[in-house]
Nanobody
Framework: QVQLVESGGGLVQPGRSLRLSCAAS????????MNWYRQAPGKQRELVAGIDTGGNTNYADSVKGRFTISRDNAKNTVYLQMNSLKPEDTAVYYC??????????????WGQGTQVAVSS
């Protein structure tokens, strides 16, 4: 069994920064891609940023230049540094990872989500 636990969300004023973290734990053999998704009220869940095992990253156009995804493989943790936050970044942010775990093989796992609210 693999668990993903996010942290770092909160209420912040426009223009400020937040850093989200997501730690994976359990019977992990390898973590492949790690992603951040978000879902705003009344909208579909969307991919915000992703990072593969080689450190290659991809971003949604709406966050390019403002958000940075990174990972610490030794800690099985992925981060999302969010700068210059805008009200439209308000959403629940979810961590997602493709994991090869002992006993379960390769599967996608999701965290429980962390709320980010950007408001003055």
């Amino acid at each position: 069994q693999v668990q993903l636990v996010e942290s770092g969300g909160g209420l912040v004023q426009p223009g400020r920064s937040l850093r989200l973290s997501c730690a994976a734990s359990g019977s992990i053999f390898t973590i492949y891609t790690m992603n951040w998704y978000r879902q705003a009220p009344g909208k579909q869940r969307e991919l915000v940023a992703g990072i593969d095992t080689g450190g290659n990253t991809n971003y949604a156009d709406s966050v390019k230049g403002r958000f940075t995804i990174s990972r610490d493989n030794a800690k099985n943790t992925v981060y999302l540094q969010m700068n210059s936050l805008k009200p439209e970044d308000t959403a629940v942010y979810y961590c997602n990872a493709k994991v090869y775990s002992i006993g379960a093989g390769v599967a996608d796992y999701w965290g429980q989500g962390t709320q980010v609210a950007v408001s003055s």
